[in-house]
């Protein structure tokens, strides 16, 4: 089992920064990916980053302005969001995906709680 935990989020202004973290705990055999995601009212979930052992790919929407960092030693996760824009706010969750012993294909999928970024003037 793993917890996931964001922190980071709440109000800014158009074109400014937030950086979200996301603490994990728990046990996980290995970790093939990690990923933000974010979630407007009325709107699907939307992937933001995910993170591979081949990199990290960003949604169109957020390339150039969002970047993700992780605290191997905190076992925590960053999500570095510059020149925000209105369109930016939602829920932002983040995600790990465990990979069991058995079994790369074998895998768990795990959440935080999410946390709110709004952008607004």
């Known amino acids: 089992q793993v917890q996931l935990v964001e922190s980071g989020g709440g109000l800014v202004q158009p074109g400014g920064s937030l950086r979200l973290s996301c603490a994990a705990s728990?046990?996980?055999?290995?970790?093939?990916?990690m990923g933000w995601y974010r979630q407007a009212p009325g709107k699907q979930r939307e992937l933001v980053a995910v993170?591979?052992?081949?990199?990290?790919n960003y949604a169109d929407s957020v390339k150039g302005r969002f970047t993700f960092s992780r605290d191997n030693a905190r076992n925590t996760v960053y999500l570095q969001m510059n020149n925000l824009k209105p369109e930016d706010t939602a829920v932002y969750s983040c995600?790990?995906?465990?990979?069991?012993?058995?079994?790369?294909?074998?895998?768990?999928?795990?959440w935080g709680q999410g946390t709110q970024v709004t952008v607004s003037s």
């Open positions: 995600s790990v995906r465990c990979n069991t012993a058995s079994s790369r294909l074998l895998y768990s999928d795990y």
């Open positions: 993170d591979t052992s081949g990199g990290t």
């Open positions: 728990g046990s996980c055999f290995t970790i093939s990916a």
